[in-house]
């Protein structure tokens, strides 16, 4: 079924996302945190810690704050659901499916770039810490769309979770964990219970971008997944399947149009994304408004588009020039 079949995804007689109840509610069963990298005598504040959801610029270095220690009691189950309800909210409240789809890809994203930076091979290895180098261009629409001052996302995390201690890099996942269930088949894809807390913040993480797969082959992703994170090619080809939500847009990326076959189904996580890559023709796309160039099929009148980080993994497209 397509998003537009289903019913609304906000429960009626759901808060607004101006009011921001309490969401540590007693007796309310906990998450699992994640294992712990500090050691136990990790010194405690008196007072309830500042989180930053990141500046629009990057400040110098020479003032980075350290990062900040979650509470261990915050994040609770009726914090997950929150979150879940909330996303859902946004995006029902956005009717261009074009848009709906690019927010929710935008989510997904997000997340991907906070922990793709992780290198198991230098230091500091960054991964999901709540931080992306906004100066990077590989970044592009994420701190102008997703992840700003006045982004319904942000808005939400500053009003609801960050009163409550709860940290911008647990915040993005759960949201992530939201998108995939809400757009997958019946929502069956609920990650609740694999779900863990307690990722620190970092508010600077410099050159992280440099770390980021680019677009311009499997080359890119064999340096960035299999050698600096350490998965396997399947591991690989399992995350480049978000491609399936969402949609480039010529403004951030240079690319335009969407990795599935409409607007429509870039609002459902399935294997679409697979399909096309496997099945269609591609041909080098060639766009004088782009300033990436990259594949389309069919008439040249759709937005059907693919990237040579996408189609390396079905043919061989190292000497295609784009």
Not at 114 to 119: A, L
Not at 159 to 176: C, E, S, T
Not at 222 to 229: D, L, T
Not at 275 to 285: E, F, I, L, T, V
């Amino acid at each position: 079924p397509t998003i537009s079949e289903a019913p609304s995804l906000t429960p009626s007689g759901e808060p607004s996302l101006s009011e921001a109840p309490s969401l540590i509610p007693s007796g309310e069963p906990s998450l699992s945190r994640m294992p712990s990298g500090k050691p136990s005598s990790q010194p405690s504040t008196s007072h309830s810690p500042t989180l930053s959801y990141g500046p629009t610029q990057s400040p110098s270095t020479s003032s980075a704050p350290t990062p900040t220690f979650i509470d261990p009691r915050c994040f609770t189950v009726a914090t997950y659901n929150s979150i879940d309800r909330d996303v859902a909210q946004i995006a029902n409240g956005i009717e261009s499916l074009a848009e709906r789809s690019h927010f929710l890809g935008g989510i997904v994203r997000l997340v991907a770039h906070d922990f793709m930076d992780y290198d198991r091979t230098s230091t500091p290895m960054y991964g999901p810490d709540g931080c992306f180098d906004l100066s990077d261009g590989i970044n592009s629409g994420l701190p102008e769309d997703i992840w700003c001052d006045e982004c319904p996302l942000t808005l939400v995390y500053n009003r609801k979770y960050r009163p409550n201690n709860i940290g911008r890099a647990d915040f993005w996942v759960a949201a992530g964990n939201a998108v995939i269930r809400q757009t997958s088949i019946n929502n069956a894809l609920d990650m609740r219970s694999s779900f863990r807390w307690g990722r620190q913040d970092q508010f600077l993480c410099p050159g992280s971008g440099d770390r980021l797969p680019g677009s311009t082959g499997c080359a890119a992703t064999e340096a960035a997944m299999i050698e600096r994170m350490g998965l396997t090619w399947r591991d690989a080809v399992a995350l480049m399947g978000a491609h399936t939500l969402g949609r480039g847009e010529t403004r951030f990326s240079g690319h335009h149009g969407t990795w599935s076959d409409s607007d429509e189904a870039a609002l459902v996580f399935d294997k679409r994304y697979y399909d096309a890559a496997h099945d269609n023709s591609w041909r080098p796309r060639f766009n004088p408004d782009q300033t990436t160039n990259d594949f389309t099929t069919g008439n040249g009148r759709n937005n059907r588009m693919m990237l040579k980080t996408d189609l390396c993994l079905t043919m061989d497209v190292r000497n295609v020039d784009t």
